[in-house]
Nanobody, 122 residues
Framework: QVQLVESGGGLVQAGGSLRLSCTASGLTFSSYFMGWFRQASGKEREFVAG????????YDADSVKGRFTISRDNAKNTVSLQMNSLKPEDTAVYYC???????????????WGQGTQVTVSS
């Protein structure tokens, strides 16, 4: 049974930082492109960042470039999202997801975590 479990969400003031982690089990982690998505209340799910097994390629959504950094540790089956200079508009539920293709489309992802809430206060 495949599981993706996110952690690290919470409440932070604008300008602060959070680090999200996602631990995967039940799949060959190194075979998957890993992505982070977010969904704000009343809005569609949005791609944030993605990373290949090698870590050599990352796709960062324009809204987070220069502030968010995705990384992965294949030995620990984890993918992380370091979020700096947070803004109130970053408030959302953040999801990690696994895909066999390098894609930013949420329809291309096979497995999803349950999500973790990030709230940025002004």
């Amino acid at each position: 049974q495949v599981q993706l479990v996110e952690s690290g969400g919470g409440l932070v003031q604008a300008g602060g930082s959070l680090r999200l982690s996602c631990t995967a089990s039940g799949l060959t982690f190194s075979s998957y492109f890993m992505g982070w998505f977010r969904q704000a209340s009343g809005k569609e799910r949005e791609f944030v960042a993605g990373i290949r097994w090698s870590g050599g390629t990352r796709y960062d959504a324009d809204s987070v470039k220069g502030r968010f950094t995705i990384s992965r540790d294949n030995a620990k089956n984890t993918v992380s999202l370091q979020m700096n200079s947070l803004k109130p508009e970053d408030t959302a539920v953040y999801y990690c997801a696994a895909s066999l293709r390098s894609t930013t489309r949420h329809s291309g992802y096979t497995y999803w975590g349950q999500g973790t809430q990030v709230t940025v206060s002004s």
